[in-house]
């Protein structure tokens, strides 16, 4: 079978590939192994969300009490939700699975390997096609420790979770350990950080970070820096952790969430031009090819920013370049809005004030930190913290920073004075919404 593109991966950037070059008139097929919809949608942003979700509302008690509400101890019935999210998921399959469909997108089921530049093989047949996009995605990183490492679950892995631990040892620093630390401990699970490194997300501005810590409620999540785990132990009734700093910690799951990396395994990449970066993710240019002519690649499979809407939009730009004669869209893939979904979130976008400095651009920072409104009558630590970076020459905002129990939300509409070049003159026109945290931003 002959196509104009074969896509392999039924992500949300191959998926929205597929589809682009479809509307453009193109011949395509999508191969996937798995279920449609990829990481976000199986064992990632979506069934974190819903997690996060879980987890906020069972914390709001206190805060819904502080009020004068007297509301009974809440119990949960974790199969019902675990049941819940599996449906949830199984209809966002069948929607991903209709989009290909109604695109006349052949669908072909199997693990996809490259023959040559030209031809795969999946299964028993071969398909031919004059170009091929890689977007298998990324899995996550295995620990490397001594033994009994089978006791050790993943990030994909805690979505099946058959019942709520009371004790949770989670190993790492990045926004996926972060995220599931602050679940699990909202939802009365004692949690137990362990990260190799001095601080956590050590790609956010500090100031931020030490603030998110400073907010957390004394001993709801203990963290243990500079240090990782060098094997694990099984009693009768514990897992025993032990640390390369000689501690140990009793526990009843751990979760090791230390990043994840590209799917390119078993690709038969071997037999093409395409080649490798020192992390096994595959090489491409601004455009996206690899050093082989017919093959590209997007979303996590190669190094580059691992979100979905980075896919989604890596997947169209593709598609109209390679299908779509008139001019494509150039995204700003410099200042990309990210959140992690803390209590509070986390929401950046753009330069920190050490970034600056280290592209030698003189700026300064404006801060506000202050306890929300609505927390007005709970004896909690403030909650809020804004921050934008502004470059002195011309007063344009560089970057924006903030915690709040709305940070993701809000980051989205901030960004745009980011991407956009926006000064604080300009900034600071809007005339705020009062009452409310956000207004904040625009009077710092």
């Not at 490259?114 to 298998?136: D, E, P, R, W």
């Not at 709520?164 to 996926?176: A, T």
């Not at 896919?311 to 730009?317: C, L, N, P, S, V």
């Not at 007063?395 to 745009?416: C, F, N, P, R, Y």
Request: aromatic share 8%; with cysteine; net charge positive.
């Amino acid at each position: 079978m002959k196509y104009d593109l074969i896509v392999i991966g039924a992500g949300s950037g191959g998926v929205r590939a597929a589809r682009i070059a479809s509307v453009h008139g193109a011949k395509v097929a999508i191969v996937e192994n798995n279920r449609f919809g990829g990481t976000c949608v199986n064992v990632g942003c979506v069934p974190k969300k819903l997690y996060y979700y879980l987890s906020q509302l069972n914390k709001d008690i206190e805060n819904y009490k502080s009020y004068g509400w007297s509301i009974p101890k809440p119990s949960l019935n974790w199969k019902l939700f675990i049941k819940k999210k599996d449906q949830e998921i199984s209809r966002l399959n069948k929607i991903y699975e209709g989009i290909l469909s109604r695109n006349k997108i052949d669908i072909i089921n199997g693990t996809a390997q490259f023959l040559n530049s030209q031809k795969i093989k999946v299964g028993k047949k071969t398909y031919q096609a004059k170009k091929f996009i890689i977007s298998t995605g990324g899995k996550p990183r295995i620990p490397n420790i001594s033994k009994n490492t089978k006791l050790i679950n993943t990030s994909d892995d805690i979505f099946s979770l058959k019942k709520l631990p009371k004790r949770m040892v989670i190993e790492g620093g990045g926004y996926i350990a972060i995220e599931f630390a602050f679940i699990f401990a909202n939802l009365g699970v004692k949690v137990d950080l362990v990260y190799r490194g001095k601080q956590i997300l050590k790609s956010f501005d500090s100031e931020i970070v030490d603030f998110l810590i400073q907010s957390t409620p004394k001993g709801k999540i203990k963290y243990h820096l500079e240090s990782q785990i060098e094997k694990v132990d099984k009693s009768k009734n514990d897992l025993i952790i032990n640390l390369t700093n000689k501690k140990k910690i009793s526990s009843d799951y751990i979760l090791s969430a230390i990043g994840r990396v590209a799917n390119t395994e078993n690709l038969g990449l071997e037999n093409t031009n395409v080649q490798l970066n020192e992390n096994k993710s595959i090489k491409v240019n601004r455009h996206f090819r690899t050093n082989d002519s017919n093959i590209y690649a997007v979303g996590d499979v190669i190094d580059y920013v691992n979100l979905t809407p980075v896919a989604i939009r890596q997947g169209h730009f593709l598609a109209d370049k390679l299908f779509n004669n008139k001019k494509t869209i150039e995204y700003d893939f410099a200042n990309i809005p990210t959140a992690v979904f803390t209590s509070p979130q986390i929401g950046t976008v753009g330069l920190t004030l050490e970034m600056a400095k280290k592209n030698k651009i003189d700026a300064y920072e404006l801060t506000t930190n202050f306890k929300s409104m609505k927390k007005t009558f709970s004896k909690t630590n403030k909650d809020t913290f804004y921050k934008l970076v502004i470059d002195k020459k011309d007063k344009t905002i560089l970057g924006i920073h903030i915690i709040s129990d709305d940070a993701a939300e809000l980051i989205q509409i901030l960004a745009v004075n980011v991407v956009a070049g926006n000064s604080l003159d300009e900034f600071r026109k809007t005339v705020a919404v009062h009452p409310t945290s956000s207004e904040e931003i625009i009077t710092i």
